[in-house]
């Protein structure tokens, strides 16, 4: 079991770069599946999340190649099996992906429930209901979902909620049926841009992705390509409230900055400077900081994911800020082990209200889900004192090497086997 140990009063300073986007890498990766031949992926984030799934790429019978630690090279046409092994996909929820692209090259997926982050009920019902809407049938029993249709034929699809996941697994299923699928109040997220311009290189015919209507005229079948997965927008995120909690300096790089926008404009709204350039911005902490009321929303409206590292940084604002998850129901693990450490949060449903404090103190914390354990790394980087921070197997998940990139931006972080 590892930890990492914490040293606080730590300040951010210096530059570094971000790594390719692991919502983009853990969709793409499924997809590749659909591929008629080789694909070269690079930019490809080398996390656990990645690392498990091309091991489900090669269960699977794919040929799978890793050239640097950055590009991924794909044959899938050994693929034999549509039943992913349930040890490997119980780890992660983005396995879920394997339904649509399986039931698209093979008429058959059969998909242990999926694992992951623990944010509440996260049901699938908009995926299944896209994937019958396309003439599969589903079955859910012991715990395993199989999704069968060897014609899928295109469909009208609303969904009755905005679901990155049911959005890309629709898409995914889609590619080949038979005829036009329409995706209405579909996901806009950037990451569903960038499976779609994957699958458009492999010969797809998807338009209006990053829009709520995504039209799908399936095709018969891929072929190869390659493809360089965006920047990770969370990544960048979380560097930036980094930055602005430990009120530090730092220069973010390689990053689309438009897909930071709700973030960078809610810093400024904070009184943090933000100066975007074309491919980078620059955080400078201030010391005179005003608290704010943050609402989380799909985007582009502010991300959930960096709501509990936003939470840390208004912890150290004087005053009342609030924050409204709208996106998860029960994402506000982190507070119990964020008020461990000094912080005046109360949570009313889905409302927490934070009260600035003085300053956090170094405790043994426990990291729930990937995001709360960033937010707790950044909590440990201003308290006074030790934290040291279990868990770090859900940080390990999407972040690639974390205490090379800290390093980098001028923090230490000790990581210990106990
Ligand atoms: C993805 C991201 C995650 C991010 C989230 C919201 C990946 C691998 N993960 O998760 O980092 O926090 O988007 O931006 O890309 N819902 C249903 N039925 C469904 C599907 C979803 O009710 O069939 C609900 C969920 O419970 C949630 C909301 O819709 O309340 C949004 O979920 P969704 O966008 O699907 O999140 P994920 O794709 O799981």
Redesign the pocket.
Known sequence: MQKLLINGKQVLGGSISISGAK?AA?AILPAAILAGEKVAISNMPSITDTNLLLEILKALGAKVQKEGKNIVKIVPAGVNSTSPPFEMVKKM??SYYFMGSLVARFGRAEIPLPGGCNLG???????LKGFSALGAEINQEHGTVTVKGKKLKGAHIYLD??????TINIMLAATTAEGRTIIENA?K?P?IVDTANFLNALGAKIRGAGTDVIKIDGVKELGGAEHCIIPDRIEAGTFMFAAAATRGELTICDIIPKHLDPVIAKLREIGIQVDVGEESLHVCGQDSLSPVDIKTF?YPGF???LQPLAMVLLSTIPGTSLIKEN???GRFKHVDELKRMGAKIKVEGRTAVIEGVEGFTGAPVKATDLRAGAALLVAGLIAEGETRLSGVEHIRRGYENIEKKFAQAGVELKCVER
Not at 161 to 166: E, L, Q, R
């Open positions: 919502n853990v929820r983005a009920p996260r049901p699938i019902d908009q995926h909620v905005v679901s990155v996941g049911a996901a997220e990451e799909p991300p959930t994911d996106v998860f129901d």
